[in-house]
């Protein structure tokens, strides 16, 4: 008998999947989402230097200050800042990895405020 995966486990063999066809590089790095329990993070990353360019997540203070918002309102306003950051940076168009997590609810939010922002993905 096969023994069972947990929600983790199965979750990381879909990141490693996806990431065997999905890379960044300095033209067009890659947005990587990372979502737990309680906070999401992003981070833009240039997978040929091996170098993260922008990154925010919800642990940040100007994130943070807001108090008593849903979790889903609190990723867009992450989206919205990476993609400001990026913006800065000179960075308009990226690949989007969602770690293996359904494209839906957090991950979706963020995604959406992050291209309402001007990125292109």
Request: charged share 30%; proline share 0%.
């Given at each position: 008998m096969r023994?069972?995966?947990?929600?983790?486990a199965r979750r990381v063999m879909r990141h490693i999947r996806v990431r065997q066809r999905l890379s960044g590089s300095s033209g067009r790095p890659r947005?990587?989402?990372?979502?737990?329990l309680n906070?999401?993070?992003?981070?833009?990353?240039?997978?040929?230097?091996?170098?993260t360019l922008v990154s925010a997540s919800s642990l940040e203070t100007s994130v943070r200050s807001e108090s008593n918002i849903k979790k889903t309102d609190v990723s867009k306003i992450v989206g919205?800042?990476?993609?400001q950051r990026a913006?800065?940076?000179g960075i308009t168009t990226v690949i989007f990895d969602r770690g293996g997590y359904r494209y839906h609810g957090r991950v979706k939010a963020l995604a959406e405020a992050a291209r309402k922002e001007g990125l292109v993905f």
């Open positions: 023994k069972a995966r947990s929600n983790k947005l990587s989402i990372y979502r737990s906070h999401v993070y992003a981070q833009v990353i240039d997978d040929v230097k091996r170098v919205a800042l990476v993609a913006r800065k940076m």
